[in-house]
């Protein structure tokens, strides 16, 4: 059965901190693997995706992820993280796409 | 608006009532999906429709729910004989394409059974 493990229910980092959050998945096959971030009021928004090619790969705001499938991870960095960016961050697995397994999320604070 | 728009925001309800919610894709989606997420958790899978059809409901937790979609637009999720254990947030989103992973989502129904 596919599943997610985000380790981390809270990080905490400083503005202008670079940040790391960690995803791994368990998946008979070759996965999809995906990043979405909630903000409060605001529906769950992707990030970035991996479906296969390059194993880093980038996202939105200055997002990427690395897919290594010897780890069966697939960890979400930033070099510099904005207080704006503080938010609720889930990774995703999923076989074609559709039928999504999702973490339970990390939330990230920000502190100035 | 451009977005998925999912009403009422927030519903609260008595153990053993009926409850609808409702979602209006983005226009032009063919796909559209309910999610449920519980207070500390990852959004749960549901069920899926492509066009009218749904075309993976494996993922509804008993028969008290129910979902439509009859014109290939709207969908309404459908909960009877509510119970305390229903109470989530429920999330539907939409997708253009298939097999992308990239889905749309609304801001989500929150659903109180009390």
């Known amino acids: 059965a596919q599943s997610v493990t985000q380790p981390d229910i809270h990080i905490t980092v400083s503005e202008g901190a670079s940040l790391e959050l960690r995803c791994n998945y368990s998946y008979g096959a070759t996965p999809y693997l995906f990043w979405y971030v909630q903000s409060p009021g605001q529906g769950l928004q992707l990030l970035l995706k991996y479906f296969s090619g390059d194993t880093l790969v980038q996202g939105i705001k200055g997002f990427e992820a690395e897919f290594k499938r010897s780890q069966s991870s697939f960890n979400l960095r930033k070099p510099s993280v904005h207080w704006s960016d503080a938010a609720e961050y889930f990774c995703?697995?999923?076989?074609?796409?559709?039928?999504?397994?999702f973490g339970a999320g990390t939330i990230l604070r920000v502190k100035s | 608006g451009a977005g998925v728009s999912q009403t009422p925001s927030n519903k609260v309800t008595e153990k053993g009532k009926y409850v609808e919610l409702r979602c209006d894709p983005i226009s032009g989606h063919t796909a559209l999906y309910w999610y449920r997420q519980s207070l500390g958790q990852g959004p749960e899978f549901l069920i899926y429709f492509q066009g009218t059809g749904a075309a993976d409901d494996s993922g509804l937790p008993n028969d008290r729910f129910f979902a439509v979609r009859p014109e290939g637009s709207v969908s309404t999720l459908k909960i009877q004989r509510t119970e305390r254990g229903d109470s989530a947030v429920y999330l539907c989103?939409?997708?253009?394409?298939?097999?992308?992973?990239?889905?749309?989502f609304g801001e989500g129904s929150r659903l109180t059974v009390l």
């Open positions: 989103a939409s997708s253009l394409i298939r097999n992308t992973g990239e889905l749309f």
């Open positions: 995703a697995v999923g076989g074609d796409g559709n039928k999504l397994v």
